[in-house]
């Protein structure tokens, strides 16, 4: 028997309708000893977030704007919750403590931070778990930087004699007593930092798909499933846009080997995508997945006998540091180099970096690439079968897509494509195509 963290998003605990779910789930397998929950998300397409409401209530309150009504939708949402679940835990009484601590100026990260913990009371009754509140066991500095040693040991220490517990996601404690939250979906984070500190055998992470898809159904049309997927293959495919897990959240269960499986609430039965250290072994499938998103600038430099000038990149990165810019891609050849910036990185400072480049490089030529679109084809068994790179290419070139840039990372398990994106769906049809039909 062992043991089982699992985390429940937003969607998940939207209302007592998912949490009954929720709880079938839970009853279904004596292993699952940690419950990590989000605040009520959506329960239908044009409906609210909790949080965004309560973050909502603070910026009316910030700019002498009636928020009244806005807090009512909260207070039903809960108090119906509550009701229909058939559970006391005082929520009339906590949100009027919150509708004083809004009055009174609290801080944003505290307001907002209430919908995990005003839900996680209500899960732990309901589930008959005890409820450890996050603010005892998550704890940043005075500054707000994360103390991941510290919060260790408090996780691993508040619940060695706690059996089965109901923890709020998405926030923690300053040392000086005040509610820091991590950024927007850190719930994932916390069942992550759950799961190192018990040492699970697993960090189950519930949420409204079953898994990973090799690409995006936006797009591809029923794209195949994936079944297993290794962190480092996850990492690249999150960066380029397949967001299901927050990235930080792979982190503290990589660090313990502790595999995370992405399961369905509304689909339990399905296995979801298992993510563990190593990539599996084996196996017909080159390519385990195919992301990108639009939003890239491609600045082209030529300059002869560039390759034997000291510095040229160092004081290319200086340029961009200097402009708060970081550089998603560098690309290179003999004489040339591309350096691939996001577009909301640069915010209208395109011609003050091009100048800067032409100042202290004294190029040849400078070539800008707007409106780019950056492709990435990824898969640990990639590197290991000939003629990958010529299918991907020969897709491309199949499907009239002109390829501005490529890339590849040193662990050949990722092909990055820079194309214009008025050819975005296109190229990620034709990879698809071309690696998985």
């Given amino acids: 028997m062992g043991i089982k963290v699992a985390k429940f998003g937003g969607s998940s605990v939207a209302d007592?309708?998912?949490?009954?779910?929720?709880?079938d789930i839970v009853r279904a397998d004596e292993d699952i000893h940690y419950v990590v929950v989000s605040a009520p998300g959506k329960r239908y397409a044009?409906?609210?977030?909790?949080?965004?409401l309560l973050y909502l209530c603070k910026t009316h309150i910030e700019h002498s704007i009636p928020y009244e009504q806005i807090f009512q939708v909260i207070c039903e949402r809960f108090l119906?919750?509550?009701?229909?679940?058939?559970?006391?835990?005082?929520?009339?009484?906590?949100?009027?403590?919150?509708?004083?601590?809004l009055e009174g100026g609290a801080s944003a990260d505290y307001i907002a931070s209430r919908g995990e913990y005003l839900n996680a009371k209500i899960i732990a009754a309901f589930l008959g778990f005890e409820f450890v509140d996050a603010k005892d066991v998550i704890k940043f500095s005075d500054k707000g930087k994360f103390l991941a040693d510290i919060t260790d040991d408090l996780i691993r220490s508040g619940?060695?004699?706690?059996?089965?517990?109901?923890?709020?996601?998405f926030y923690g404690e300053r040392w000086d007593g005040s509610i820091k939250t991590f950024s927007r979906g850190g719930s994932d984070i916390?069942?992550?930092?759950v799961a190192h500190a018990v040492d699970a055998d697993i960090y189950e992470n519930w949420t409204d798909v079953s898994g990973f898809m090799m690409a995006d159904p936006r797009i591809v049309d029923e794209?195949?499933?994936i079944s297993t997927i290794s962190y480092m293959e996850l990492r690249e495919l999150s960066y380029m846009g397949a967001s299901v897990l927050h990235e930080d959240a792979?982190?503290?269960a990589k660090d313990a080997d502790i595999p995370i499986n992405i399961r369905n609430t509304n689909d339990p039965e399905a296995p979801g995508t298992m993510i563990t250290a190593k990539p599996a072994a084996g196996g017909d499938q080159i390519v385990s997945g195919i992301a990108g998103r639009r939003g890239f600038t491609v600045i082209g430099i030529y300059k002869n006998h560039l390759a034997g000038e000291k510095g040229f990149i160092r004081k290319l990165a200086g340029i961009m540091e200097d402009k708060d810019i970081t550089i998603e891609h560098l690309p290179t050849g003999i004489d040339t180099m591309s350096v691939v910036l996001d577009d909301r990185m640069i915010n209208g400072k395109l011609d003050e970096i091009i100048d800067e480049i032409d100042r202290q490089l004294q190029p040849d030529t400078i070539d800008v690439f707007e409106d780019m679109a950056l492709i990435a084809t990824v898969g640990a068994g990639?590197?290991?079968?000939?003629?990958?790179?010529?299918?991907?290419?020969?897709?491309?070139?199949?499907?009239?897509?002109?390829i501005r840039m490529i890339d590849q990372g040193s662990s050949e398990m990722n092909i990055i494509v820079g194309v214009e994106s008025k050819d975005f769906e296109t190229a990620i049809r034709a990879i698809y195509n071309a690696f998985v039909k």
């Fill in 46 to 52: 044009d409906d609210s977030k909790i949080t965004d």
């Fill in 223 to 225: 794209p195949k499933p």
């Fill in 159 to 169: 619940l060695k004699t706690t059996p089965k517990a109901v923890i709020p996601g």
């Fill in 382 to 402: 990639m590197s290991a079968r000939k003629g990958t790179s010529a299918r991907l290419f020969t897709s491309l070139a199949d499907a009239g897509v002109n």
């Fill in 250 to 252: 792979i982190y503290p």
């Fill in 80 to 101: 119906s919750t509550e009701e229909n679940l058939c559970v006391n835990v005082g929520i009339a009484e906590e949100l009027e403590h919150i509708r004083e601590e």
């Fill in 190 to 193: 916390t069942g992550s930092l």
């Fill in 16 to 23: 007592a309708i998912q949490i009954r779910k929720l709880r």
